[in-house]
């Protein structure tokens, strides 16, 4: 099942951001108790493009702030997200990824 999702990749210093969330969730935000995940038009919206280039994205990237069921589903299935430490705020799923450099 796949889907698009928008994508910004920033380089900072060596460092490679990936920014992706589902298409529909951009510029929206949910709450639940304490917690808010604001699905920010600046950070997020890049290229839109399908979720099955993510896997090609995540090789690259050394920080991953992922958002939506596709997105966060699609890098699960690849191995780079442990479906233990997902976050679901109003039932939206949000995980981050760092990969550890030596």
Same mark, same amino acid.
């Given at each position: 099942?796949?889907?698009?999702?928008?994508?910004?990749?920033?380089?900072?210093?060596?460092?490679?951001?990936?920014?992706?969330? &589902?298409? !529909?969730? =951009? *510029?929206?935000?949910?709450? %639940?108790?304490?917690?808010?995940?604001?699905?920010? #038009? /600046?950070?997020?919206?890049?290229?839109?493009? &399908?979720? !099955?280039? =993510? *896997?090609?994205?995540?090789? %690259?990237?050394?920080?991953?702030?992922?958002?939506? #069921? /596709?997105?966060?589903?699609?890098?699960?299935?690849?191995?780079?997200?442990?479906?233990?430490?997902?976050?679901?705020?109003?039932?939206?799923?949000?995980?981050?990824?760092?990969?550890?450099?030596?």
């Amino acid at each position: 099942m796949a889907g698009r999702m928008y994508v910004k990749v920033y380089r900072v210093q060596g460092e490679v951001l990936v920014a992706a969330c &589902d298409e !529909e969730l =951009l *510029g929206k935000t949910f709450r %639940e108790g304490e917690l808010k995940l604001e699905v920010k #038009e /600046r950070f997020y919206k890049g290229e839109l493009m &399908d979720v !099955e280039e =993510l *896997g090609r994205l995540l090789e %690259e990237a050394t920080i991953a702030n992922l958002t939506g #069921e /596709r997105v966060v589903r699609k890098a699960i299935e690849l191995g780079y997200i442990d479906e233990s430490r997902v976050l679901r705020i109003q039932g939206v799923p949000h995980a981050q990824m760092a990969k550890m450099l030596y």
